[in-house]
């Protein structure tokens, strides 16, 4: 009768076993090695599914920095946040500042200058564009303010050249990276980006101090 290891669980071959079911075995044991042999990586991962538990070590250790990092909440993994950065349907970002969720986008375009704050209810909806006001006449506007049309297009648009607003709301361009001239500011195009909560993310966290 087959037995098996006492760390890994592997299937010890019997001589009685025939050689379909050695087969089987021995291709469980490679699986099981392979599962708990090391990972090592330049970065912190930014994609897939991994257990609580899991390790990476980084292939660049050095002075100050660590050997590895350790997973201490099962999720997914996916990179974090970036400001007015494109981003397509089905891209996944998790926040700077963790909060043990992931986010889909659900609507592709560009991010905000400002990180949004993140919805943590299951499913909701996120709209990228934190500080943003409505458009007002015969105001000084600065760089990086956000404005959205009286009338919604899908679009938010930022202040590239800082000055006062026209007396009558502009025609807004709807083509993304083209600006809109509004008496002394200037206005850049950016379509909203719409992200939805997807699941708990990951929590990797940096262990083996290297002094």
Known sequence: MSATTSNLSLVKPDLSDNIH?????????????????????????????????QRVFFTNPKVGGHIGAVNIRSGKAASKWNSLHPYQLGDRVVPNIDNGHWYECIQSGTSAPMEPAWLV??????????????????????????????????RFYVCTVPGTSGTLEPA??????????????????????????????VNFRPFGKIE
């Open 21 to 53: 079911q050695t087969v089987l075995h021995l291709a469980s044991n490679f699986q099981k090695i392979d599962d708990r042999s090391d990972i090592y990586v330049s970065n912190l991962p930014t994609n897939g599914d991994w257990n609580e538990g």
């Open 172 to 201: 807004w361009e709807t083509t993304d990276g083209i600006v809109t001239s509004d008496h002394h500011a200037v206005w850049m195009t950016y379509r909203i980006v719409k992200w939805r909560e997807s699941g708990t993310a």
């Open 121 to 154: 209810a299951a499913l909701t909806t996120t709209e990228d564009t934190r500080n943003r006001t409505n458009w007002l006449p015969s105001t000084v506007y600065h760089i990086d303010d956000i404005v959205m049309p009286s009338v919604p297009n899908g």
